[in-house]
């Protein structure tokens, strides 16, 4: 693939629409030869942050998702106008110890992706960016 292709979506902050949007970039990965392996730790970043503008953000306006693939990688922006982080939101997240209930979205988020960025403003909303870098190409 020479170019870069493209999904985007737009959905109301409303969490049964996460799986439409996973099955959704799931089959346009496959369908664009993007690696099962890959593709299988792409979506896990992808429905993190997607579960924590769904739960965080208080979002008014539909949540923005683009999706890219190329050659190379395969990227997601995740953004919501929503209340943003209080503070900046950690450099390098850790995984909070086994019997804490929250604060794993970021960490899995970092751990499943090569490409991995959170940008927020408060009170004017977030943007997460995961990604992979594609190991191997898979015959479609």
Do not use: W
């Not at 979506?43 to 190329?70: D, Q, T, Y």
């Not at 997240?93 to 403003?121: K, N, T, W, Y």
């Amino acid at each position: 693939m020479s170019t870069e292709a493209a999904l985007d979506f737009r959905i109301p902050p409303h969490p049964r629409l996460c799986r439409v949007v996973r099955e959704g970039v799931a089959d346009f990965g496959r369908a664009h030869g993007v690696p099962e392996d890959d593709l299988a730790h792409f979506l896990i970043a992808l429905g993190e942050a997607l579960a924590n503008a769904m739960e965080h953000a208080r979002a008014a306006k539909p949540i923005e998702i683009a999706c890219r693939v190329s050659a190379e990688r395969i990227l997601a922006t995740v953004r919501d106008d929503g209340i943003g982080f209080p503070g900046e939101p950690p450099p390098s997240p850790q995984l909070p110890g086994a019997l804490e209930e929250r604060g794993r979205g970021l960490p899995i988020m970092r751990r499943c992706s090569d490409i991995f960025a959170v940008q927020s403003v408060p009170g004017e909303g977030t943007a997460v960016i995961v990604g992979r870098y594609l190991r191997k190409l898979s015959v479609a």
